[in-house]
């Protein structure tokens, strides 16, 4: 890896930057169109891919109509 790039997420910093901008587990399953047990695995998982963690960095805020 390239020593400019910032280091991966957490698995705790990516909870944080997804509930920090409104989203549940379930929501974002909704809004990736994948299942909850995926969205646990990318979090959960400390060797992910950089572009999850890209992924999680650039979500917006949630949409009222997935908040429960």
Request: with cysteine; aromatic share 8%; net charge positive.
């Amino acid at each position: 890896m390239h020593s400019d790039y910032p280091p991966l997420l957490s698995p705790d910093e990516a909870k944080d930057d997804i509930h920090r901008k409104g989203w549940k587990i379930v929501s974002l399953a909704q809004w990736w169109d994948v299942s909850t047990v995926y969205v646990s695995r990318i979090i959960n998982d400390p060797n992910r891919k950089r572009h999850w963690d890209d992924a999680i960095r650039g979500l917006p805020h949630c949409p009222r109509n997935l908040r429960s």
